[in-house]
């Protein structure tokens, strides 16, 4: 199985503030790499595919970059509903994995 | 639209079977759709249970692959997880979702809003 190791595991930021959540994977997924924020009690909801595509409706704040084993996700300028635990997960090859989560808070 | 809800027994016994439903709105789900099956739980976190296209193959998670059973329901566009021989380690919320653009590749683009299933006696 492939394993998504993210980082750091939980970050305390501002709201203005640009921060950094880092996926690496334990080998290559290519770009199939995959980035979930999720709030408390409710389902993740996708941010961007394949490492650097924003999902339609997501503000542009956001970014991805990344392939192989090293992805990044950007959030520049957070904003009070941005506080948040985010994922990534990889479809390269199953069984399809999840990184163990960035808890996002003030 | 694409909408899903899962439903299901919230509470199931050790060693006995839990049965749940995705009921999904907005698109059939005989179209060229992928379906998922993905569970949270705190110890395991995110994981991944199973994705399968309705008519095409099945893919499991092969830790689970051996109690795992997925099934359709096209009279009311609905398809089923059932997990056997549950432990507490299976306690977890269970999610059904989409896979974008049809591919089992795809990432989940539309999820249910998540069903908690308790293992207890």
């Known amino acids: 199985d492939i394993q998504l190791t993210q980082s750091p595991s939980s970050l305390s930021a501002s709201v203005g503030d640009r921060v950094t959540i880092s996926c690496r994977a334990s080998q290559t997924v290519s770009s199939s790499l995959h980035w979930y924020q999720q709030k408390p009690g409710k389902a993740p909801t996708l941010l961007m595919c394949d490492g650097s595509t924003l999902e339609s409706g997501v503000p542009s704040r956001f970014s991805g970059s990344g392939s192989g084993t090293e992805f990044t996700l950007a959030i520049s300028s957070l904003q009070p509903e941005d506080f948040a635990v985010y994922y990534c997960q990889q479809t390269y090859s199953t069984p399809f994995t999840f990184g163990q989560g960035t808890k996002l808070e003030i | 639209q694409v909408r899903l809800q899962e439903s299901g027994p919230g509470l199931v016994k050790p060693w006995e079977t839990l049965s749940l439903t995705c009921s999904v709105s907005?698109?059939?789900?005989?179209?060229?759709?992928?379906w998922g099956w993905i569970r949270h739980s705190p110890g395991q976190g995110l994981e991944w249970i199973v994705g399968?296209?309705?008519?095409?193959?099945?893919y499991y998670n092969q830790s689970l692959k051996s109690r795992v059973t997925v099934s359709a329901d096209t009279s009311k566009n609905q398809f089923s997880l059932r997990l056997t021989y549950m432990t507490a380690a299976d306690a977890a919320v269970y999610y059904c979702?989409?896979?974008?653009?049809?591919?089992?590749?795809?990432?989940?683009?539309?999820w249910g809003q998540g069903t908690i299933v308790t293992v207890s006696s």
């Open positions: 907005g698109r059939p789900i005989t179209s060229t759709e992928c």
């Open positions: 399968f296209y309705h008519r095409g193959r099945t």
């Open positions: 979702a989409r896979s974008k653009e049809g591919h089992l590749e795809g990432a989940y683009d539309i």
